[in-house]
């Protein structure tokens, strides 16, 4: 599966920090940087390696009719119901759709309306644990 050029991204790093940007080229689990636009203009490619994980935004009025309703508009696709566990120890809930031991990562759908994320790609080697729920 592959994110598209131009979605508005959070990108967080192994150290703690964080870029928000624009997806400047599409993005699949098989890349191993990620290349985006900063509001300032820079172009940044970063390896796969520096990152814990990528943020995809919802789109601000998806969340607000989300965050009314108390439910998805969207519903995620089919998949495991998963708990991701960082070395960091933070503990993020969703759907995960397909994870493949080659990729750099996989695609984490969170089920929670309140979320800011419409998708998250979790880079594998910032995982502590990966539960598989259901």
Known sequence: MARSKGHEIVLRYRDGTLSRCVLAREFTPLDFAVEAECDSGELLRVNISDLKAVFFLKDPRRRQAEMELGTMVDQPPAGAPARVEFFDGEIIHGVVHEYR???????????SPESNNELVFVVARAINTLSLEG
Do not use: V
């Not at 031991?101 to 089920?111: Q, R």
């Open 101 to 111: 031991m080659e990729d750099s990562g996989f695609f984490l759908y969170p089920t």
